[in-house]
């Protein structure tokens, strides 16, 4: 009978609007993650990882207590539960391919209010899932402000009258601005973060295994916004081809059968190919090949 391997992390991950896309990072990253109904303990193929799916704002938390070794929530819950302090920061991860860039905390009021400042607030009342952040951000600016806890549906709050403000998250805005609310500052700029234990951090064995996690989840996140390209390329127009070709390093140039043509590979970011497509074929480019990447290291 083969030995059976025991798990040598557990690793949190979060529940809800992070969910999909983490456990899609996850599957470009080599691991592929089964949930199953009505059960926070999912499969995952790889014996030295136990996965559980915990909401974002208690992961910070689960961390801390050392109940879960490592695991990925947002930077605002971590201020929020007051323990990014206690943790070990280990990357930044902005991963989403349908929310690419860091949400906003911000402060918001009725469109037709007298509000125009933080300032203007002092003495009002102010609704919020995130009490202890909003609270010392209006502690820094000596605003005195009655912060509340907000159960859901914040921006309804003030068009209810049952606030003055309300501190909400957002990334465009266009929630807000459809709510009839105004934005009048940004309290904070959040983002996923990977954090760890710090006693798991010290354990050789656990900490070899989050760094390995760290580094194929950063290669998944970098191939997200390239692609690859191949191309023949005509040897005497070779420099000028070149030339048009940005990449990471330097482009994969291989002689071909036919002295004539070389074959031209190289990484390029996502938003340039729409351009340089046609650009590389008026230059005497053919079979042009375009495709996707899992990883970038």
């Known amino acids: 009978m083969s030995d059976i391997v025991k798990p040598i992390i557990k690793l949190g991950i979060p529940k809800g609007s992070l969910e ?17 109904t009505r059960n926070y303990f999912p499969d995952i193929n ?31 819950w971590l201020i929020e539960r007051d323990v990014k302090g206690k943790l070990h920061e280990i990357s930044n991860l902005v991963y989403s391919k349908s929310s690419n860039r860091p949400c906003r905390w911000v402060l918001a009021v009725a469109g ?41 549906a914040t921006e309804a709050k003030v068009v209810e009258g049952l606030a003055d403000g309300i501190v909400e998250v957002t990334e465009t805005g266009a929630t807000i601005r459809a709510q009839g609310l105004r934005v009048i500052d940004e309290v904070m700029t959040s983002y996923p973060v990977f954090v760890a234990n710090k006693a798991a951090w010290a354990d050789p064995a656990k900490r070899a295994k989050i760094e390995q996690i760290d580094l194929l989840l ?7 916004s390239l692609v690859a390209i191949k191309m023949n390329a005509p040897a005497d127009k070779l420099d000028t081809l070149l030339a048009m070709l940005p990449s990471l ?4 140039v291989s002689p071909l059968r036919d002295t004539k043509w070389l074959s031209v590979e190289t990484v390029v970011e996502i938003t340039v190919v729409r351009d340089l497509i046609p650009r590389l074929c008026a230059a005497g480019a053919e079979g042009i090949i375009e495709y996707d990447l899992n990883k970038v290291i």
């Open 20 to 36: 999909e896309s983490t456990i899609d990072l996850f599957e470009r990253a080599g691991w592929k993650i089964r949930r199953h």
């Open 46 to 76: 790889d014996p030295e990882i136990a996965v559980s799916i915990c909401r974002v704002q208690e992961i910070g938390s689960y961390i801390e207590d050392g109940i879960i070794d490592a695991g990925l929530t947002g930077l605002d």
């Open 112 to 152: 037709d209010s007298p509000y125009h400042r933080p300032e203007d607030l002092k003495g009002k009342r102010i609704a919020t899932e995130l009490v202890h952040m909003t609270r010392g951000y209006f502690d820094r600016k000596k605003i005195d402000v009655d912060v509340f806890y907000s159960w859901g």
């Open 218 to 224: 950063q290669g998944a996140m970098r191939a997200q």
């Open 249 to 252: 390093n330097s482009p994969t």
